[in-house]
């Protein structure tokens, strides 16, 4: 018989956050987030400067988590960590992490998928009132993914409709890019387009089928609008700043929302869940609500902290796996590329 509460120490280190968190069940004690902002400069993810500042932060990061749960390393019954997808080098660094740690305290290691984690931080105890029912559909819209999952049970996946090529916030990031924000640009367009008129500027949408996504199209297309409007008027984006971050906005969500809503409507699922970083964005949390009325969805959107990335969502999918017994050995590595 098991003892009653499972103590799990999460790390996560998929792409340029580093996070710890302890959890006890299904509840998190502790949520680190150390986010690097080594990067803004850039314009987006070094991916070795990233996997320094893992390297950096991860043992002060996971100290802190265990130090705010009110534990100490002997109290943890299990250490869980991201296994990819993610960039080499900065899910090295958590992997190594993780094993030291399964090692050195005699604990079991366990292995988790990035985006499992962003679909089951929906049942972590404080997430919701109540969690989404099986079957849910689950918009898990990041930085580096875009997609429509089917979710049958808490190992049970099915990836509907995906992106063919840029992620939606990769889209977001990279039109923040064009426009002179800094990275990670989604956010700062979130916050403009509050100020500014959405139905200015209009923005073509990309023909796909099925229940497929493609953003790179609204990329190219928003360049070669500003470059000709730049040529017109020098200080085109400085005088219509916030309007080009509402269009833009609004674009990028309303084909988001098209695709769920007609696989809602195929697969007849009203219950739905977003997931990842995106689900941050205040006009698709609205446009969600909207169809609470409209489409009679019952809409799951995750605090925020559980929705960018964060090791409380590596927890509760260890959490159930820890329950099946599904460890890991210490040869487990890390997998950049990992499907559901
Ligand atoms: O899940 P996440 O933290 O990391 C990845 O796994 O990618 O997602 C980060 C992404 C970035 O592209 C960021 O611009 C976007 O989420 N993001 C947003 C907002 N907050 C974060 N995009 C639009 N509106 C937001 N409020
Ligand atoms: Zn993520």
């Given amino acids: 018989m098991r003892k009653q509460t499972i103590h799990i120490l999460a790390i996560e280190s998929s792409c340029d956050d580093t996070s710890a968190a302890v959890l006890s069940d299904k509840r998190v004690l502790s949520n680190i987030i150390s986010t690097q902002d080594v990067h803004e400069k850039y314009g987006g993810v070094v991916p070795e400067l990233a996997s320094r500042s893992h390297q950096k932060n991860i043992v002060p990061v996971a100290n802190a988590a265990i130090e705010q749960a009110g534990l100490s390393k002997n109290n943890l019954d299990a250490v869980a960590y991201t296994v990819g997808p993610g960039l080499p080098g900065s899910l090295i660094v958590g992997s190594a992490f993780a094993k030291s740690i399964s090692m050195a305290l005699d604990v079991p290691l366990i292995e988790v998928n990035h985006m499992e984690a962003h679909i089951l931080a929906h049942f972590i105890e404080d997430a919701h009132p109540t969690a989404p029912v099986f079957p849910f559909l689950c918009l898990t819209v ?56 959405a139905e200015r500027f209009s923005f073509s949408k990309p023909k796909v089928d099925s229940f497929n996504y493609s953003f ?43 695709k769920l809503e007609k696989a809602a409507r195929h697969f007849g699922i009203l219950q739905i869940a977003v997931a990842g970083g995106v689900s941050a964005n205040s006009s698709l949390r609205a446009a969600l609500k909207e169809r609470e009325t409209s489409l009679h969805w019952k809409t799951f959107v995750p605090p925020i902290e559980y929705c960018t990335d964060n090791a409380a969502m590596i927890g509760i999918t260890a959490y159930f796996k820890y329950i099946h017994k599904e460890f890991s050995d210490l040869n487990s590595v890390p997998k950049a590329r990992l499907y559901l």
């Avoid at 923040?176 to 800094?182: C, M, V």
């Avoid at 200080?235 to 609004?250: M, R, T």
């Fill in 142 to 197: 990041s930085g580096g993914h875009s997609q429509i999952v089917l979710v049958k049970d808490y190992n049970k996946f099915e990836v509907v409709g995906q992106t063919l090529d840029d992620a939606a916030g990769e889209a977001f990031d990279k039109i923040a890019k064009l426009i002179g924000l800094s990275y990670p640009g989604g956010p700062l367009i979130d916050k403009h387009a509050a100020k500014g008129n």
């Fill in 216 to 258: 790179s199209g609204l990329k190219t297309g928003v360049l070669y609008f500003l470059r000709d409007s730049l040529k017109e008027n020098p200080a085109f984006i400085k005088e219509n700043f916030d309007d080009i971050c509402a269009s833009v906005q609004k674009t990028i969500i309303e084909i988001l929302i098209n």
